[in-house]
């Protein structure tokens, strides 16, 4: 993730998503893992929702400690875990079903 932070241009955007992360990271980590039971998977997400907010920080984000701001930041980090969650679900079942025994009456 600091990486991503570093490789921001514009310096007021890399310190704005830099206390982002700093605010919400670990509280974003907990509440993803609360929906996909996994790490990893949890990860994942969160690295997901700040890229979508970094992607679109112009339009949503004023103040970063705001009650509003940290809102939306848990709305993208619900989304982004959710569609992560449904990703791996269809996955798993596209993968069941390639595994079970075709059946033939005879």
């Not at 705001?66 to 982004?80: E, G, Q």
Request: aromatic letters at 8%; one cysteine or more; glycine letters at 0%.
């Amino acid at each position: 993730m600091l990486e991503f932070i570093q490789s921001i241009a514009d310096e007021n955007r890399r310190n704005m998503i830099n206390e982002m992360c700093t605010l919400y990271y670990n509280r974003m980590l907990t509440y993803a893992k609360t929906i996909l039971k996994s790490t990893h998977d949890a990860e994942d997400a969160v690295q997901d929702a700040f890229l979508k907010i970094v992607e679109n920080q112009d339009l949503i984000i004023k103040d970063v400690r705001s009650s509003s701001t940290a809102s939306l930041v848990f709305i993208i980090c619900r989304n982004s875990s959710l569609n992560l969650y449904n990703k791996i679900r269809h996955r798993n079942k596209v993968f069941t079903s390639l595994d079970a025994p075709d059946v033939m009456e005879g």
